[in-house]
């Protein structure tokens, strides 16, 4: 019976993927590197770190990744505190009150800054639900290396195996997937990119599911 769950924050909790792709494209512009919406695609799941580590080898970029990354996270810094639309994912708020009710411990692995996930939680009024909220900015590896997930496993007060992790991402999904954890896909308009074949069963509704049938999937 699963009695933790993993959830990833982005495109999972919160649609804050459209402001963070504001404001990639907006700090590309600036470094006036020409960064194709496929090539934007495989970034899905990478830390911010990891994102310019890359884009710095691909085009060959003089700034320091640090500091690359502070004027990305001040562009979406400034979006995320004036943009009035910005939710929860519909059902979310809902399915994690539930399984907080139904005694099913709640913790977070995402691959934000603990900057961007305490402004999120604080924003929504999450954190008396989750135990743990686990960034990825303190791992050497993105997802989809599967460190963020065991570690976040190691934390949970139930075994590995009466855990699951609910992720909408390619790399997500391949990161809980080589953690040894059950993966519950959730596909959505933002996903669409995404291949969530790997994960063990996929949902497109969070209104659709509670706790009784997270406790049953396994």
């Known amino acids: ?89 519909d059902g979310v708020e809902n399915l994690i009150k539930n399984l907080y009710n139904n005694g099913i411990e709640l913790i977070l692995a995402s691959s934000a800054s603990k900057s961007t996930i305490d402004r999120v939680f604080k924003r929504f009024e999450l954190n008396q639900y989750f135990t743990h909220k686990v960034s990825g900015e303190n791992f050497p590896k993105s997802k989809p290396d599967p460190a963020i997930f065991i570690h976040a496993a190691d934390l949970a007060k139930s075994n590995h195996e009466e855990c699951i992790v609910i992720e909408d991402s390619t790399n997500g999904v391949e990161a809980a997937v080589r953690a040894n954890l059950y993966c519950l896909g959730y596909k959505s308009e933002n996903s669409k990119k995404q291949k969530l074949d790997k994960a063990n069963s996929i949902v497109d509704d969070f209104n659709l599911i509670d706790a009784e049938f997270i406790k049953n999937l396994k």
């Open 1 to 89: 019976m699963i009695k933790t769950v993993i959830f990833d924050m982005d495109g999972v909790i919160v649609d804050t993927e459209p402001v963070h792709k504001y404001a990639y494209f907006e700090h590309y512009k600036e470094l006036n590197i020409p960064v194709t919406e496929e090539l934007f695609a495989t970034f899905t799941g990478q830390s911010t770190k990891n994102v310019y580590q890359i884009l710095k080898d691909k085009f060959d970029l003089k700034a320091d990744v640090n500091d690359l990354v502070l004027r990305k996270r001040a562009i979406f810094n400034e979006a995320f505190d004036t943009k009035p639309d910005l939710y929860l994912i």
